[in-house]
């Protein structure tokens, strides 16, 4: 089997479950040695188990993407455990669902430290030694709520939106130092945030998988979920192009169309 990430370090924030884990099994699979950070001790565990049945390397350790102390204590302990640093995932993520007019500055304050800062906050613990080097890979996982707005999510949206626009500026800053930075836009995926999206706006007398399976057939020209492991496959073409930066990339079944 192919290698191309063979020799290489990838980071994998929110690597526990979902989107992260997805990203995580395809960059192994590609021969990448892995520190997979997480707030989950139990999904954090098992995804490194199937790392290391993947014949690579992981290291895992408990990261709040909020606080710059823990995030840059993350990138040394790549460097020393593992030997260097060449792909950064930034995938850490939370959601809330609140109209504006119910949306406490607490519930904003929250997803936007989580989604933008925790972006910001990895990009800039990663890039000394990434430009010390003159190489790397910066992959952030927007979403296409990061390209157009949706109610009850405008705050989740308007954290999104900041991942792309920050990576497109990013990108541009260290285009000449061989890094790039690029983003993934997810669409309709079967992880725990769909699940809560699916019970908020089930319809009356609906079941969550009724309105999960509505979801997909509605909104989606394909009439399919994507997958993480459809994100996994876009992470592995963005860590192995040399000429493709300050992109974000739609994996979504034609939702979107920008």
Known sequence: ME????????????????IG?????????????????????EPLAATAKEVRELGRRVVTCQVDV???????????????????????????GVISIHPVSELSEKD???????????????????????LAQKRGRIINVASIAGKEGFPNLAHYSASKFAVV??????????????ITVNAICPG???????????DE???AGESVEASWQRHQLTLIPQGRAQTPQ??????????TMDNVTGQSVNVDGGFTFH
């Open 3 to 18: 290698e191309p990430l063979k020799g290489q370090v990838a980071i994998v924030t929110g690597g526990a479950r979902g």
């Open 21 to 41: 884990r997805g990203i995580a099994l395809t960059l192994a699979q590609a021969g990448a040695d892995l520190l997979l950070a997480d707030l989950l001790e």
């Open 66 to 92: 909020t606080q710059a102390a823990q995030v840059e204590a993350m990138v040394a302990r790549a460097i020393k455990d593992l030997g260097g640093l060449d792909v950064l995932v930034n995938c850490a």
């Open 108 to 130: 904003w304050d929250f997803v936007m430290d989580v989604n933008a800062k925790g972006t910001f906050l990895g990009c800039k613990a990663a890039l000394p030694h990434l």
């Open 165 to 178: 626009g920050f990576t497109n500026a990013l990108a541009k800053e260290v285009a000449r130092e061989g």
């Open 188 to 198: 309709i995926v079967r992880t725990y945030m769909w699940d809560r999206l699916s």
């Open 201 to 203: 706006w089930k319809n």
């Open 230 to 239: 459809d994100m996994g496959r876009l992470a592995l073409f963005f860590a």
